[in-house]
C-alpha cells in the first residue's frame, strides 16, 4: 500500500523487534504507520500487543527498529510521550483502599497539572464514564466493570492526544463489554482523540474500530481499514440440505473458488455472473438449496488468512 500523506499518522514503526533473554521474540520486524482515529490492535494472547504498547510509551527500548508517537521518538523522548498519551493497562492495577476521584486525581498530578486542575479534570472525566455517583467510595469496593472505568477516567484526566487502551473489555460480561465498547467510541467521537484498543476478541473491534492492525508471533498479519477488509469482499453464502462436499467441486470446475465455512458454503460474490453459476451448479447435481444470501465477511474470517505483509500504511 503506498503511504498515506492525508494526515499524520499518531504512531509510526519501522522494522521494530523486540527480542527477550532465551531466544523470544516479542515483536519481530514491525513496520505500520496509524493514522488518527480509533484502531484495532488484534491479536491472540501473546501476539506481541503488551510489548508493542510499552515500546510506544518509553517504558521499554526496542532490539532495534524505531517507534514514533504523535512524532515523537519513543526511545530518546518518552517523558514528552507520556504527557500526550493516556494509557490503560489490562491488569488489575488499582489501590483499593482509596476513592475513585483521589486516586484519578493523583495521576492527574503525576502528568504534572495543577492540584485544582487534577481535581477538576478528575471529575470531569469519572463523569464522562459513568462514575460520577460513585465516585468517593473506595475503589476495593467497586465491581469489574466499575474498576474498568477507573482505569479509564485515570487515562483521560491529563486530557491526552491519544488514548492506548490494553484489554479494556479484559474480565467483563457481555452486558459490561458493550457498556465499554459503547463509552470508548462515544469518547473518540466527543473529545476528537485518537484511541489505539488492543484486543484479542475480533468481534468486538470491528465494531468499533475505523483501522485494523493485526499481529501474530510479533510480526504484522495485516493491517488496513475496517471497511476494506469486509465491504471490499462480499459473498455468497449457499448451503444445501445433502451433496456438500460435489457441490464445493462443482462450484471450483466453475471457477469460483468456494471454501466451506460450518454447514454452508462460501463463494466470492463478482456479479450476476456468480448467481447463474452457483443456480446452474446446484441444479446440474439436483441438489437440494436451503439458502443462498449475500453477506460481507467478518474480521475474525479474515485473519485466519496467512497472507502477511511487510508494510502496510492504515489510512
Avoid: W
Avoid at 473506595?138 to 487502551?165: E, N
Avoid at 460474490?269 to 451448479?281: F, I, K, P
Wanted: charged share 25%.
Amino acid at each position: 500500500m503506498e503511504p498515506s500523506t492525508s494526515a499524520r499518522p499518531v504512531i509510526e514503526t519501522a522494522a521494530l523487534t523486540k527480542l527477550y533473554p532465551g531466544g523470544v521474540t516479542a515483536l519481530g520486524g514491525l513496520t505500520v504507520r496509524v493514522a488518527p482515529g480509533v484502531t484495532g490492535l488484534i491479536g491472540a494472547n501473546g501476539a506481541g500487543k503488551s510489548t508493542l504498547i510499552k515500546i510506544l510509551l518509553g517504558l521499554i527500548d526496542p532490539t532495534q527498529g524505531m517507534a514514533r508517537v504523535l512524532g515523537h521518538d519513543s526511545v530518546t523522548d518518552g517523558e514528552q510521550i507520556r504527557q500526550l498519551v493516556g494509557y490503560m493497562p489490562e491488569h488489575d492495577c488499582l489501590p483499593p483502599d482509596i476513592s475513585a476521584t483521589d486516586f484519578v486525581t493523583h495521576m492527574g498530578r503525576m502528568s504534572g497539572l495543577p492540584a485544582t486542575a487534577a481535581r477538576e479534570r478528575a471529575a470531569e472525566a469519572l463523569r464522562h464514564v459513568g462514575l460520577h455517583e460513585e465516585r468517593y467510595r473506595l475503589i476495593g469496593t467497586y465491581s469489574t466493570g466499575m474498576k474498568q472505568r477507573v482505569k479509564l477516567a485515570q487515562a483521560l484526566a491529563a486530557d491526552p492526544r491519544l488514548l492506548l487502551l490494553d484489554e479494556p473489555t479484559n474480565g467483563l460480561d457481555p452486558a459490561g463489554r458493550n457498556a465499554m465498547l459503547e463509552l470508548i467510541a462515544r469518547i473518540g467521537e466527543e473529545f476528537g482523540i485518537s484511541i489505539v484498543v488492543a484486543s484479542h476478541l475480533l468481534g468486538e473491534i470491528e465494531r468499533i474500530c475505523d483501522h485494523l492492525v493485526a499481529i501474530e508471533a510479533g510480526r504484522l498479519l495485516r493491517a488496513d481499514t475496517v471497511d476494506s477488509f469486509t465491504k471490499a469482499s462480499q459473498l455468497l453464502v449457499i448451503e444445501v440440505e445433502e451433496g456438500t462436499a460435489a457441490l464445493l467441486g462443482e462450484l471450483a470446475r466453475r471457477g469460483l473458488d468456494p471454501r466451506p465455512y460450518q454447514r454452508a458454503v462460501l463463494v466470492p460474490l463478482g456479479g450476476d455472473d456468480t448467481y447463474d453459476a452457483v443456480r446452474d451448479s446446484v441444479a446440474s447435481l439436483g441438489l437440494p438449496l436451503s439458502r443462498l444470501e449475500q453477506r460481507r465477511h467478518h474480521v475474525e474470517e479474515l485473519f485466519r488468512d496467512d497472507d502477511q505483509r511487510e508494510a502496510v500504511d492504515v489510512r
